[in-house]
């Protein structure tokens, strides 16, 4: 790999089964799925043992690339960053990503956001990468526009959880940003 997915307070890398045990207590939390939308809650650690698992086959037919958020200072993993949904043809995939409570607000995921990226596009070659979040989830939404993501609409009432719709946020960010051309008229 020729990224190196290391950032100031944190570093990123591919997990394994040594892992379940902080996926499960992170996760099992309630605070942390509110607005996420595939994670089970209750959550259980055969859940986590399940996830890896699924992680570990994804990743080798490269459809998924799931990374851990490693705290340089303790070596813990305290959080989960990853491309998924990841289509070779059109050289798109879907970012996703969680962090235990007691990490919150320290400018974690946005070092991880700006890793996976870095990832996404020199080491996948993709030429975009998209995100959504519920519009209730201010944190996210503000760690994708850090990264240079761009709204690209609101799919309205577009997700029901907990007995209501919700506005559904979807972001993009392109690999290059290439302003139409402005040749000069032929006449
Ligand atoms: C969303 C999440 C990943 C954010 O991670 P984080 O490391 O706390 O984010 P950062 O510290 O890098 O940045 C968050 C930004 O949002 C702000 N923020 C955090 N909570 C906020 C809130 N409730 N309202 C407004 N702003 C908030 C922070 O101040 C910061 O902005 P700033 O840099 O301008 O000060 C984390 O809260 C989380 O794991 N949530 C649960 C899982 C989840 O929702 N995943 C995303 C699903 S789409």
Redesign the pocket.
């Known amino acids: 790999m020729k990224v190196k997915l290391e950032g100031n307070k944190i570093k990123i890398r591919k997990i394994g089964s040594s892992d379940v045990g902080d996926i499960y207590q992170n996760v099992k939390d309630k ?6 939308l595939n994670i089970p809650h209750p959550y259980s650690r055969k859940d986590a043992i399940a996830f890896v698992k699924r992680c570990r086959n994804k990743l080798r037919k490269e459809e998924r690339y799931t990374f851990g958020i490693i705290l340089k200072e303790t070596n813990k993993l305290v ?1 989960l960053v990853s491309l998924f949904h990841v289509h070779k043809n059109n050289k798109n995939a879907e970012l ?4 235990g409570k007691n ?9 991880a956001v700006k890793l996976i990226i870095k990832f996404g596009f020199e080491e996948l070659k993709l030429h975009r990468i998209y ?4 519009e209730e ?4 939404r ?2 994708l526009e ?1 990264a240079g993501f761009k709204l690209e609409g609101i799919r309205i009432e577009s997700r029901y959880k907990y007995k209501k719709f919700h506005n559904n946020y979807e972001f993009g960010i392109l690999k290059k940003y290439k302003p139409p051309s402005r040749k000069p008229k032929t006449l």
């Open positions: 605070e942390v799925t509110k607005w996420t959080g996703g990503y969680w962090l990490y919150w607000g320290k400018g974690i995921m946005s070092e995100a959504e979040a519920f989830n201010i944190a996210s503000k760690v850090k």
